[in-house]
């Protein structure tokens, strides 16, 4: 590597130890550097070779170089304009901030002082999606007419003592799990034309919106967002049909529980990382002939090993200006936005259109 990156986790929640800091380790060219904490010696005893802190303001005037936001919600907008006015680089955990205003600020801000700023949309990195986004691209489906996305939990007792149980809007399971499923159907699709939503609260003594159904109307493309806690056995992950087949996938990405259960994340280079089960592989359903009864083949699909690594590798050489960022700062405007029209849309019990000012 050209030169170490000095980096700095903020907070060791489950953000700071299952998403941030063990790929952020596994990159070469970052260094893990610092992580601020509160309180407690978790992170001391987990990374003993990192700086710890005990606020933001210690670590903005140390010479770390990027500062990955991984706080709770209500703080992200805050600490990712401090961060930027203190000339690092930026990280910053979803949903990036409250509003679409507040993200368009940031990416004005870092534009200004010359820094980078990037939204940790990590689902991108998933192997069901970077599976479900192959298949679209290669034509086997024909043209797209339906596509479902599903993120389904079983959690019907709110968590005692959880800041994301807590009252608020910030809180609300469409901005927790929405900005996954709204980021990939945007990545996937581009701009919608309309959008219809509904969020309810499910759970007896839940304090938020805790699921949604969010439709998003792309012309002759039609998607169907959906998350609950409720969900003991959940739906296909991803749902797709087409003209010229469908692929149908269950099952979540591994890596998320495998890091809660102790696994190590390998240094980039090592492909020993999950691979997905073969029972868990999707489903291609293809016509092979379409008169009447078409004649359908199926098939299963192996799952694209997923790789948050690559999400830390790509902000490593945008910064050493050797690649652009594969989620950027104007993907976290658009997706807030959508997600404050699906809200609108919930609460008004109406369909919206997405207007050029949506789509700046």
């Given at each position: 590597m050209?030169?170490t990156?000095?980096?700095?986790?903020?907070?060791?929640?489950?953000?700071?130890?299952?998403?941030?800091?063990?790929?952020v380790?596994?990159?070469?060219?970052?260094?893990?550097?610092?992580?601020?904490?509160?309180k407690?010696?978790?992170?001391?005893?987990?990374?003993?070779?990192a700086?710890?802190?005990?606020?933001?303001?210690?670590?903005l005037?140390?010479d770390?170089?990027?500062v990955?936001?991984?706080?709770?919600?209500?703080?992200h907008?805050?600490f990712?304009?401090?961060?930027?006015?203190?000339?690092?680089?930026?990280?910053v955990?979803?949903?990036v901030?409250?509003?679409?205003?507040?993200?368009?600020?940031?990416?004005?801000?870092?534009q200004?002082?010359?820094?980078?700023?990037?939204?940790?949309?990590?689902?991108?990195?998933?192997?069901?999606?970077?599976?479900?986004?192959?298949?679209?691209?290669?034509?086997q489906?024909?043209?797209?007419?339906?596509?479902?996305?599903?993120?389904?939990?079983?959690?019907?007792?709110?968590?005692?003592?959880?800041?994301?149980?807590?009252?608020?809007?910030?809180?609300?399971?469409?901005?927790?799990?929405?900005?996954?499923?709204?980021?990939?159907a945007?990545?996937?699709?581009?701009?919608?034309k309309?959008?219809?939503?509904?969020?309810?609260?499910?759970?007896?003594?839940s304090?938020?919106?805790?699921?949604?159904?969010?439709?998003?109307?792309?012309?002759?493309?039609?998607?169907?967002?959906?998350?609950?806690?409720?969900?003991?056995?959940?739906?296909?992950?991803?749902?797709?049909?087409?003209?010229?087949?469908?692929?149908?996938?269950?099952?979540?990405?591994?890596?998320?529980?495998a890091?809660i259960?102790?696994?190590?994340?390998?240094?980039?280079?090592d492909?020993?990382?999950?691979?997905?089960?073969?029972?868990?592989?999707?489903?291609?359903s293809?016509?092979?002939d379409?008169?009447?009864?078409?004649?359908?083949?199926?098939?299963?699909?192996?799952t694209v090993?997923?790789d948050?690594?690559?999400?830390y590798?790509?902000?490593?050489?945008?910064?050493?200006?050797k690649?652009s960022?594969?989620?950027t700062?104007?993907?976290a405007?658009?997706?807030?936005?959508?997600?404050?029209?699906?809200?609108?849309?919930?609460?008004?019990?109406?369909?919206?259109?997405?207007?050029?000012k949506?789509?700046?």
């Amino acid at each position: 590597m050209d030169r170490t990156i000095r980096t700095g986790v903020v907070g060791f929640g489950l953000a700071g130890k299952v998403f941030h800091c063990p790929f952020v380790q596994a990159v070469p060219g970052l260094e893990l550097a610092a992580i601020v904490q509160r309180k407690g010696d978790e992170a001391a005893q987990a990374y003993p070779q990192a700086t710890i802190y005990r606020s933001l303001d210690d670590l903005l005037v140390s010479d770390v170089k990027l500062v990955v936001v991984g706080t709770p919600n209500a703080t992200h907008y805050e600490f990712a304009k401090a961060a930027i006015q203190a000339g690092k680089h930026v990280v910053v955990d979803k949903p990036v901030t409250a509003n679409s205003t507040e993200a368009a600020e940031l990416a004005d801000l870092a534009q200004k002082h010359g820094v980078l700023y990037a939204p940790f949309h990590n689902r991108r990195f998933d192997g069901d999606f970077l599976t479900a986004k192959s298949i679209i691209e290669s034509g086997q489906l024909g043209r797209i007419v339906w596509f479902e996305s599903h993120f389904d939990r079983f959690r019907p007792i709110p968590r005692a003592n959880s800041w994301k149980e807590d009252a608020g809007d910030l809180q609300s399971l469409v901005l927790d799990l929405g900005p996954h499923l709204a980021d990939q159907a945007l990545a996937l699709f581009g701009r919608p034309k309309f959008v219809t939503a509904h969020a309810r609260t499910e759970r007896e003594g839940s304090a938020i919106e805790d699921a949604f159904d969010i439709q998003l109307d792309f012309g002759g493309t039609q998607a169907l967002l959906r998350a609950s806690i409720i969900c003991a056995d959940p739906a296909p992950r991803f749902l797709i049909h087409g003209t010229g087949g469908s692929f149908r996938k269950y099952g979540l990405d591994p890596q998320e529980p495998a890091i809660i259960n102790g696994a190590k994340v390998p240094p980039v280079g090592d492909d020993s990382w999950l691979t997905e089960d073969e029972s868990q592989w999707g489903t291609l359903s293809i016509a092979v002939d379409l008169t009447h009864p078409a004649k359908i083949e199926k098939r299963a699909v192996p799952t694209v090993r997923g790789d948050y690594r690559n999400f830390y590798l790509n902000v490593r050489d945008t910064i050493l200006g050797k690649a652009s960022l594969i989620v950027t700062p104007q993907d976290a405007t658009r997706t807030m936005r959508i997600l404050e029209l699906a809200r609108k849309s919930a609460h008004q019990k109406r369909t919206l259109p997405i207007e050029d000012k949506d789509w700046n």
